[in-house]
């Protein structure tokens, strides 16, 4: 019940902020996410014992973010930064430089993993393309999070009332076969569902096409971040949302769709 008082109460807020705000809010909002999943993923990682470099890290991933979200920003500024600060950062703090290269390694996958994936879901938001100009980029916004949320709730729903059969016991025990296909069932739905509602230049191929892959691409995003969390021997990244954990148990669906989607769209779907 919580997943769904929490879906009913964030998602018509999501909606006028994605439709009815400056670009600029949703941005703003997405940045936030992505230091607050930054530092989820920093938690885990100092459970299994490495020293992260949080401060260059969040620098790292808002440098990384900021490349998606203006053109003249170039990313290689911020791989340049991490490349160079953080070695530099491990050997300012000294100590035991045993672990110095999985620390900085640790380092900077997580602050390129927030910022390239969270830099997608700024991306979609500023595509600007005819027939509907810049309001194609919340739409497609607002689809992501649909589909993939729509998913989600019915992986959820399906797996705890029929499922049966686990679907990857070792990592995560309780997902199972039965939920996994009621969560790429319910992504289908979800695309006919936006199709009706709000972006109509969706064609029934493109609905079939962005069902399978959005519902299959976030199940399999949802078992990285349980590997994660049972890599560090923790239940849950945090307890930020009700009834769905801390920021990374709520949007680690989100993180690999959305590439998906913004790809679909550019090859697939653009106006030429």
Same mark, same amino acid.
């Given at each position: %019940?919580?997943?769904? &008082?929490?879906?009913?109460? $964030?998602?018509?807020? $999501?909606w006028v902020i994605v439709k009815k705000f400056h670009? *600029?809010?949703?941005?703003? =909002?997405?940045?936030v996410t992505a230091l607050l999943a930054?530092?989820? =993923? /920093?938690? =885990?990682?100092?459970?299994? +014992?490495?020293?992260?470099?949080? &401060? &260059? +890290?969040?620098?790292v991933a808002v440098l990384v973010m900021a490349s998606f979200a203006f053109a003249e920003f170039d990313i290689r500024y911020a791989l340049a930064l991490g490349l160079i600060a953080l070695p530099l950062a491990s050997l300012w703090r000294g100590g035991d430089w045993g672990s110095a290269l999985a620390d900085i390694g640790t380092t900077f996958f997580i602050a390129t993993f927030i910022g390239v994936l969270f830099g997608y879901l700024i991306d979609l938001r500023i595509i600007n393309d005819l027939p509907k100009g810049d309001e194609t980029g919340s739409d497609l916004v607002f689809l992501l999070f649909f589909v993939v949320w729509? #998913?989600?709730?019915?992986? /959820? /729903?399906? !797996?705890?009332? $029929? !499922?049966? @059969?686990? &679907?990857?016991?070792?990592?995560s025990p309780k997902k199972t076969v039965e939920g996994a296909v009621g969560g790429v069932v319910g992504a289908l739905l979800a695309g006919f569902v936006a199709k009706a509602w709000f972006i109509n230049r969706l064609s029934v191929i493109d609905c079939v096409i962005l069902g399978l892959a959005l519902g299959t691409i976030g199940i399999l *995003?949802?078992?990285?971040? #349980? %590997?994660?969390? @049972? *890599?560090? !021997? %923790?239940?849950? #990244?945090?307890a930020l949302v009700p009834g769905h954990g801390g920021i990374l148990d709520r949007v680690d669906s989100l993180l690999y769709a959305g590439p998906v989607l913004y790809y /679909?769209?550019? $090859?697939? %779907? @653009?106006?030429?």
């Open positions: %019940m919580k997943r769904v &008082l929490s879906a009913a109460v $964030f998602l018509p807020v $999501f670009p *600029g809010v949703y941005e703003i =909002l997405v940045t930054l530092r989820e =993923l /920093y938690r =885990l990682a100092a459970a299994r +014992g490495h020293r992260c470099h949080r &401060l &260059l +890290g969040a620098l729509s #998913s989600d709730t019915a992986a /959820y /729903y399906v !797996g705890t009332t $029929f !499922g049966r @059969r686990p &679907l990857a016991p070792r990592v *995003g949802d078992l990285v971040e #349980s %590997m994660l969390k @049972r *890599g560090a !021997g %923790m239940k849950d #990244s945090a /679909y769209y550019q $090859f697939a %779907m @653009r106006t030429h």
